[in-house]
């Protein structure tokens, strides 16, 4: 399982939380998704390495921006 962290700006509700949840378990490989709604931080777990650009761009296209 491989783990990347990464943090989500814009993030205010628990409604945006799950909007993040959904738009990445979208994307192929990735298994678990953890958010911290405080922090912004979150978890993703997935069996193959997810391409960063994919990330940003599913995150971008619901209106929040992406810090690696």
Aim: proline share 0%; with cysteine.
């Amino acid at each position: 399982m491989i783990e990347k962290k990464i943090v989500i700006e814009g993030m205010g509700c628990s409604n945006c939380v799950k909007k993040v949840k959904k738009a990445l378990k979208q994307l192929e490989g990735i298994k678990t998704v953890k958010v911290e709604l405080d922090s912004g931080k979150v978890l993703i777990k997935s069996l193959d390495m997810v391409d960063n650009e994919n990330i940003q761009k599913v995150i971008e296209e619901i209106g929040y921006k992406v810090i690696f």
